[in-house]
Nanobody, 118 residues
Framework: QVQVVESGGGLVQAGGSLRLSCAAS????????MGWYRQAPGKQRELVAS???????NYADSVKGRFTISRDNAKNTVNLQMNSLKPEDTAVYYC????????????WGQGTQVTVSS
């Protein structure tokens, strides 16, 4: 089995920074892609950022220039450095990992709350 665990959420004032971390563990041969999604109250889940094992990165337009995603393939971890946070960034942030364990399967963490006050 595979576990995905996020950490680093919290409460921060607008303009501040947070760093989210995610670790995948268990029966993993490799991870094809890890990403961060978020879901604000009353809104659909949206992709924030993703990064492949080959270091191909995608960002949502709303976070470009403010957020930075990085990964450590050896540790099966992914980080999201969030700077210049805005109240509209408030959401539950979920980590996902597409894991190769015989076959490719996507796993999700439980989410971590990020709240940005004005």
């Amino acid at each position: 089995q595979v576990q995905v665990v996020e950490s680093g959420g919290g409460l921060v004032q607008a303009g501040g920074s947070l760093r989210l971390s995610c670790a995948a563990s268990g029966n993993i041969f490799s991870i094809n892609v890890m990403g961060w999604y978020r879901q604000a109250p009353g809104k659909q889940r949206e992709l924030v950022a993703s990064i492949t094992s080959g270091d191909s990165i995608n960002y949502a337009d709303s976070v470009k220039g403010r957020f930075t995603i990085s990964r450590d393939n050896a540790k099966n971890t992914v980080n999201l450095q969030m700077n210049s946070l805005k109240p509209e960034d408030t959401a539950v942030y979920y980590c996902s990992a597409a894991v190769v364990a015989g076959i490719l399967r996507t796993y999700w963490g439980q989410g971590t709350q990020v709240t940005v006050s004005s």
